[in-house]
């Protein structure tokens, strides 16, 4: 059977690592009604646009968002605090699997991975742009998989601006190039051949290493399952080392975005995840039937999640609704993919 919808009434306390620097509870409002999604022809598409191009106008509106989101009372499911719960519940333990009270609800490390994070960005975008009365307000990515990209993005980096967050590493300000492959530790390479080597990690995990659904989407994970089947490339690099590289060396778990409790704290996670979340769709796309379902398997496309949406109502959605993010009413803007040429 499918991982059901968790149950938000027995949400209870993360288990948070021993060391963790916040103990709050994660724990969203209980919800009194559930409506069930249904996706709706939208008529214009939000284009989501690499974070490091984008314009005064647009940062303006998106920096007027965050802030609004962060002015919401945080018992307010829409508010930046209760968006960045929502991370932290759903992977560290704060939902147990609905019909088995001793078996925790995990979102990563699964085929679940990339459907649960593509809802999560559409509702905090929709709550964006709610907030600020645009219904085509789109969230920008991280395009770490471009040369361009490959810093951290200078909007996020101002420390008067909303999109600013203190838990980072210092040592990985602009204009020092990310390591997509980072284990914790930086050598010394040059930037060249770091961004090559970028490259060429992009290929391996998007092309290379990701020739089934299972091996780039993650293998199963079902009703009762102890814990999750094994992540796909993607999941694991570079999602995995972004996450890494970016959290604050000197904080006990690399908070916020190197730990799951806290990575959703940083607004750079949004954008990091639409850019893991565009390589879904570009990975789908080069398929040979791209319109077909990654698996069709009904443990995957009746999997089901819930989520606060820009009307506090309490929605439940299930996998075989993301599949086609224009049909979520969003897609990506058109940037170069130089990764596809660095085969090794
Ligand atoms: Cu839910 Cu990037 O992790």
Known sequence: ???????????????LPSNAIDRSNCCPPVATNIIDYTPSASSTLRVRPPAHAVDATYLA??????????????????SFI??????????DGGYNQVGFPNLDLQVHGSWLFLPFHRYYLY????IL?????????????????????????SIYTNTSSPLYDRRRDAAHQPPTVIDLNYDGSDD?????????????????QIVRNASTPRLFLGQPYRA?????????????????????????????????????????????????????????????????NPTAP?????????????????????????????????KLGYTYQNVDLPWLNSRP
């Open 82 to 91: 209760q968006q960045a719960r929502v991370h932290c519940a759903y992977c």
């Open 224 to 288: 009762g399952d102890a814990s999750p089947g094994g992540s796909g490339s993607l999941e694991n690099v570079p999602h995995g080392p972004v996450h890494v590289w970016t959290g604050d060396r000197n904080q006990p778990n690399n908070e916020d975005m190197g730990t799951f409790y806290t990575a959703a704290k940083d607004p750079i996670f949004y954008a990091h995840h639409a850019n893991v979340d565009r390589m879904w769709s570009v990975w789908k796309s080069r398929r040979s």
């Open 123 to 126: 509702f905090f975008e929709r």
């Open 61 to 78: 509106k998106f920096n007027k968002a965050i802030a609004a989101m962060k002015a919401l009372p945080s018992t307010d499911p829409r």
């Open 129 to 153: 742009g709610s907030l600020i009365n645009d219904p085509t307000f789109a969230i920008p990515f991280w395009n770490w998989d471009h040369p361009d990209g490959m810093k951290m993005p």
């Open 1 to 15: 059977a499918p991982i059901a919808t968790p149950d938000l009434s027995k949400c209870e306390p993360a288990d």
């Open 294 to 326: 990654e698996f069709t398997d009904t443990d995957w496309l009746n999997a089901s999640f819930i989520f606060y949406d820009e009307n506090k109502q309490a929605v439940r959605v299930r996998v075989k609704d993301c599949l086609d993010t224009k």
């Open 188 to 204: 010394s390479t040059s930037d060249n051949a770091l961004i090559n080597a970028n490259l060429t990690v992009m290929y391996q």
